[in-house]
């Protein structure tokens, strides 16, 4: 994919320090931090690596990213590392795609409790399936599966849901057998926004009793219990989406639709179309009109607004194990699985491909040495040389 000739970080430069201004009474200091880094990311300020090429021996400067993962340069090398990890993990077994979201009559409490209910949306979706797996009425099974938090939709308003990723199947509850899923679905989509929403409901509940949820501003009318108690009736009353896409194929197929879904932030580079008299156009895809893509214009201070909500807190893991992929049974429950599949290892896991490659031969470039920000400013040899704006977290 080419170069964007639009980023994000462009609009931070030429906007950031007004909207920062305008808006810092309502904003932390981490999103600060991240509208530095991202300004910062792949300059001199942070930097930089002399690359030679292993082949021609060309050579080239390159400045280091800055690694925030809010950061839409930052996240092509972490995805590739974390996807090669993940490859060993894989069975040789269909795969599902399971999504939960969340009622948008939440989203103003999500962004005033962004810890608390991230972590109560990864929980209480989890538990549904691992309760209904477990069902003898349904799989009658010990499953698996990973998930991965994304907090927006395409126009960047919030809009908190989970991806999971499912192995169609699971370990028979005694461990003696592999249980296959049906070819066509995996779980009823309907009996798991049942107990999704219930499950919810009573321990956003319960973090209301223990006086642990915030309420500012327009919330403010929600801190009674008989209110909060009223809020919670009207959830339950509202549909809460649950969606299964269809089975797709086996190993092979699961990284490359895992790197759709991983390492993403609220809006890549490439969707930006224009930013002109201090406003920015993006593409997005009305998915309430059938999913039409579209293209949106909005002030920069409106852009930057909506880009800094889905900033998370600070140590928030936004992927996830659980069942037989959570870290403390892994090894052993993947080495059963395998062993009742008739496989003996996992995939061969693969290197990491996301590599500076030489601009004469292709070839792969590696660091032979390394500069300070200060070096690339005030010495004249390395100022002068034309710095390659690389595709590697090499800082």
Request: with cysteine; glycine share 6%; hydrophobic share 40%.
């Amino acid at each position: 994919m080419s170069r964007p000739t639009l980023e994000v970080a462009d609009i931070i430069r030429s906007s950031g320090n007004r909207f920062w201004e305008k808006h810092k009474s309502h904003l932390a200091g981490l999103h600060r931090k991240v509208l530095d880094a991202i300004v910062r990311c792949r300059t001199a300020a942070l930097g930089g690596h002399r690359d030679q090429c292993v082949s021609c021996g060309h050579q080239a400067i390159s400045y280091n990213s800055c690694r925030d993962r809010h950061c839409p340069k930052c996240q092509g090398n972490a995805r590739a590392r974390w996807l090669a990890a993940r490859s060993a993990e894989l069975l040789p077994v269909p795969y599902f795609h399971i999504v939960f979201t969340l009622p948008h009559e939440l989203s103003a409490l999500v962004l005033q409790n962004k810890r608390l209910l991230y972590d109560l949306l990864f929980r209480t979706s989890a538990a549904s399936l691992l309760e209904l797996a477990r069902d003898p009425k349904h799989l009658g099974a010990d499953i698996g599966f990973l998930g991965v938090l994304h907090t927006w939709g395409q126009n960047l308003q919030v809009h908190p849901h989970v991806h999971f990723i499912v192995p169609a199947g699971g370990l028979a509850l005694d461990g003696s057998r592999w249980i296959d899923s049906s070819p066509r679905f995996f779980l009823p989509v309907n009996a798991l926004s049942q107990v999704f929403t219930g499950k919810f409901c009573e321990e956003l509940r319960e973090l209301f009793q223990q006086d642990r949820l915030q309420f500012h501003g327009s919330l403010q009318q929600l801190a009674s219990p008989a209110a909060f108690s009223r809020f919670l009736w009207q959830l339950g009353q509202k549909d809460w989406v649950v969606y299964a896409k269809p089975p797709f194929g086996g190993a092979e197929h699961v990284l490359n639709y895992l790197a759709r879904y991983t390492h993403r932030v609220a809006i890549s580079n490439h969707r930006l179309v224009a930013f002109q008299n201090d406003r920015v156009s993006f593409r997005w895809r009305d998915y309430a009109h059938g999913g039409k893509n579209k293209v949106m214009t909005v002030s920069a201070d409106e852009f930057l607004r909506r880009f800094l909500l889905h900033v998370l807190p600070k140590g928030l893991v936004r992927i996830r194990h659980f069942g037989f992929f959570a870290n403390r049974r892994r090894e052993t429950a993947l080495a059963r699985c395998r062993e009742l599949l008739g496989t003996v290892t996992g995939t061969e896991r693969p290197e990491a491909t996301n590599l500076l490659r030489c601009p004469a031969c292709s070839a792969t470039m590696l660091i032979i040495e390394r500069f300070t920000s200060a070096q690339l400013y005030f010495q004249p040899d390395l100022s002068l040389a034309t710095p390659q704006r690389c595709s590697v977290d090499s800082s």
